[in-house]
C-alpha cells in the first residue's frame, strides 16, 4: 500500500509555485512524480523473489506470475486514475469510500493504511539491509542490530520535516538509471549464468501454482495510492492541472514498475537465477550475473538500498502525518489524543513518529529482519484500501448510470478480493487484517464519542496539505 506520499517539499518549494507555463511547471511535475513512486519502485526489490519463492524456486512460472502481478498493478492503477478524476484536491479511497457509503466507512481504508505505513517501514528498512549484506556478506550476523540502527536513523531524519525527501525524486531516478545499466548488459553479455535448479511444484498445476503464487507478489502494488493523495500538496496548481500530474504519475508509475518487473524476471529467467542464499537476495543476484562483482554492481546495490531507505522514510512522514490530522487542532479537536499532533519547527508530529518507530522496530525484530517473512503480511491490508476505492468508484458508476464503467470497476473488485482472499488463506497475514479492523474500529469508536465531527472523508487531504 504505500505509500510513497512524499514531494510535499517538491510541491511546495517557492521557485516552482508556478501557475503559468513553462519549463518549471516540467521540472516541478518531474520532481513531484518521481519522488512519489519511490515507495512502488522501491517495491521491485523484493516482490519478484516473494513471487519465486512462492513458487517454490520455479523458474519456469516465473515470468507468467509477474505478467498476472504487473496486469492486477494496471487494474487497480486504472482505479486511482478515476479517484484523481473524481477528487483532484486528494483524499484516494478514504474521500471515495465517505462520499459513497457514508462517513463511517471512511475509517476501513484510513485503518488499512496506518497497518500499510508500519509495514512499508518495516519492509523497506529490512530490504536495505538486505541489500548491504549482499554487498557486504559479514554484515549478515549483524543483520537485525543494523536493520533497527537504518531504522532509528531514517526515523530521526524525520524530525527536520520535508526537506531531506527532496533527494527521493534523485534516488528514483538513479535506480531506475543502474537496473536499465543491468539489464543492457545482463541480455548482451552477463557476466555469467546461474545454476539454479528448475523446481517443480508437485501436486499441483502449472495454473494453480501460478494462482496460489501472485498475491504474494502483490507487495508491488503498494504506493499505487499515493499520487490520488500526494496530489492535495499541489496547492499552487488549480483542478485541472493537479488531475494531470496525478495522471501523470500514475501513468509514469506503471510504465516504471511494470517495465522493470517484467525485465528484471525476463533476466532472472534467462539467467537461471533462482531462489538466494540467505546473505543475498535475488535482485543483488541478478546484478551479480549481469555485471560481476564491479562497480556497477556496487552502484545498483547503493542505489536499490537508498531508494528502499527512502521508500521507508516517506513512510515516516505520510503516517505520522496521518495521525497528526485524526489529532486535529486546538480549534477543532480530531479523533485521537492531542499528544498526537504535537509537532517541533519543522512540522514533524513527533509523537506519532515515535509511535511508528516503535511498532516498525516490533515487527522487524519479530521477523528477525528479513523483509521475505513480511511481504506476506504486505498485500493484506493496501488491498483492504484498494477493495474499499474499487467499490466506491462501482457506486458512483451505478449511481450515475455507467454501466460499463461499473462492471469495469465491479470486475476489478472482485480480482482484489481475491487476491485478498489467497493470501488471507496462507494464515498469518490474518494478523494485518486483524490490524486493519481494530484501528478503523477504534477509531470508529473514538469518532462517535467526539460527536461524529464532519469532514472525516477529507482527513487524507488534510494530511497531504499540511
Excluded at 479517484?83 to 462517513?103: D, K, N, Q, S
Excluded at 476501513?108 to 536495505?128: E, H, K, N
Excluded at 548488459?185 to 555469467?192: I, R
Excluded at 469518532?447 to 487524507?460: F, H, K, L, M, Q
Amino acid at each position: 500500500m504505500t505509500s510513497s506520499q512524499s514531494a510535499a517539499a517538491v510541491a511546495t518549494a517557492p521557485s516552482l509555485a508556478v501557475r503559468g507555463r513553462g519549463p518549471r511547471r516540467s521540472v516541478l511535475f518531474f520532481a513531484f512524480a518521481f519522488a512519489v513512486i519511490a515507495d512502488p519502485v522501491s517495491s521491485v526489490a523484493y516482490a519478484i523473489e516473494a513471487a519465486l519463492r512462492a513458487l517454490h524456486g520455479d523458474l519456469a512460472l516465473l515470468m507468467p506470475t509477474m505478467s498476472l502481478v504487473v496486469g492486477l498493478v494496471v487494474v487497480v492503477t486504472a482505479n486511482y486514475w478515476q479517484l484523481v478524476r473524481r477528487f483532484p484536491r486528494g483524499g484516494g479511497a478514504a474521500a471515495a469510500a465517505g462520499r459513497a457509503f457514508g462517513p463511517r466507512w471512511t475509517f476501513l481504508p484510513i485503518g488499512a493504511l496506518v497497518v500499510d505505513f508500519v509495514l512499508t517501514i518495516g519492509i523497506s528498512i529490512s530490504a536495505a539491509a538486505s541489500a548491504m549484506i549482499a554487498l557486504f556478506p559479514g554484515l549478515a550476523v549483524w543483520r537485525i542490530p543494523l536493520a533497527l540502527v537504518l531504522l532509528v536513523v531514517v526515523g530521526g531524519l524525520t524530525w527536520f520535516g520535508h526537506g531531506g525527501r527532496l533527494l527521493f525524486a534523485v534516488m528514483t531516478v538513479a535506480f531506475v538509471v543502474t537496473s536499465v545499466a543491468v539489464l543492457i548488459l545482463g541480455f548482451t553479455s552477463p557476466h555469467t549464468n546461474g545454476h539454479a535448479a528448475t523446481a517443480t511444484n508437485p501436486g499441483h498445476s502449472a495454473v494453480l501454482a501460478v494462482v496460489l503464487a501472485f498475491p504474494v507478489a502483490m507487495a508491488l502494488a503498494t504506493g499505487i495510492e499515493a499520487p490520488s493523495t500526494a496530489i492535495a500538496q499541489l496547492g499552487q496548481l488549480d483542478d485541472t492541472h493537479r488531475r494531470r500530474f496525478g495522471r501523470g504519475t500514475l501513468a509514469l508509475l506503471v510504465v516504471i514498475v511494470g517495465g522493470l518487473t517484467l525485465a528484471l524476471t525476463a533476466l532472472a529467467v534467462r539467467l537461471h537465477i533462482g531462489i538466494p542464499a540467505s546473505d543475498s537476495t535475488q535482485i543483488a543476484d541478478i546484478a551479480h550475473a549481469a555485471a560481476g562483482p564491479g562497480w556497477l554492481y556496487g552502484a545498483f546495490q547503493l542505489t536499490s538500498s537508498l531508494l528502499l531507505l527512502a521508500a521507508a522514510s516517506s513512510s515516516f512522514q505520510a503516517g505520522p502525518g496521518l495521525l497528526k490530522a485524526l489529532a486535529g487542532t486546538a480549534e477543532q479537536p480530531g479523533v485521537l489524543p492531542p499528544v498526537l499532533g504535537r509537532a517541533n519547527q519543522h512540522h514533524t508530529p513527533y509523537w506519532s513518529v515515535v509511535v511508528y518507530l516503535a511498532a516498525a522496530a516490533l515487527i522487524i525484530v519479530a521477523a528477525a529482519g528479513q523483509e521475505q517473512e513480511l511481504v506476506l503480511f504486505y498485500a493484506v491490508a493496501v488491498f483492504v484500501s484498494f477493495l474499499v476505492g474499487l467499490m466506491a468508484m462501482a457506486r458512483f458508476a451505478t449511481r450515475e448510470q455507467k454501466t460499463v464503467l461499473a462492471w469495469v470497476n465491479g470486475l476489478a473488485a472482485a480480482a482484489v478480493a481475491f487476491t485478498l482472499a489467497v493470501n488471507l488463506l496462507r494464515g498469518w497475514p490474518m494478523l494485518s487484517l486483524a490490524a486493519t479492523l481494530l484501528i478503523a474500529a477504534g477509531l470508529y469508536v473514538r469518532w462517535t464519542r467526539a460527536g461524529r465531527p464532519s469532514g472525516i472523508e477529507d482527513v487524507e487531504t488534510h494530511a497531504e496539505a499540511n
